[in-house]
Nanobody
Framework: QVQLLESGGGLVQAGGSLRLSCEVS????????MGWYRQAPGKQRELVAI???????NAADSVKGRFTISRDNAENTVYLQMDNLKPGDTAVYYC????????????WGKGILVTVSS
């Protein structure tokens, strides 16, 4: 059973930093893509950043220049370094991975809360 375990969330003041981590366990297949989505209260879930197995990345315009996504393929772990956090970044952050036997299965973590105070 594939599980995504997130860590690193919490409360931080505006301008501060946090680093989210997500470890994928239970899969014998490497993940083609790993990344992070977030959902703020009353809003739809949105893509924050994603990284593919070859190292290519994509990120939402709202976080470019502030957030950095990286992955450790050997450890099946993805990281999100969040700098210069703003109150608008407050949300539940969900780890995402795509892989499986034919590389098309979507996996989700349970979510971790990030709160940025002004």
């Amino acid at each position: 059973q594939v599980q995504l375990l997130e860590s690193g969330g919490g409360l931080v003041q505006a301008g501060g930093s946090l680093r989210l981590s997500c470890e994928v366990s239970g899969s014998i297949f490497s993940m083609n893509a790993m990344g992070w989505y977030r959902q703020a209260p009353g809003k739809q879930r949105e893509l924050v950043a994603i990284i593919i197995s070859g190292g290519g990345t994509n990120a939402a315009d709202s976080v470019k220049g502030r957030f950095t996504i990286s992955r450790d393929n050997a450890e099946n772990t993805v990281y999100l370094q969040m700098d210069n956090l703003k109150p608008g970044d407050t949300a539940v952050y969900y780890c995402y991975a795509k892989g499986g036997p034919i590389g098309l299965t979507n996996y989700w973590g349970k979510g971790i809360l990030v709160t940025v105070s002004s």
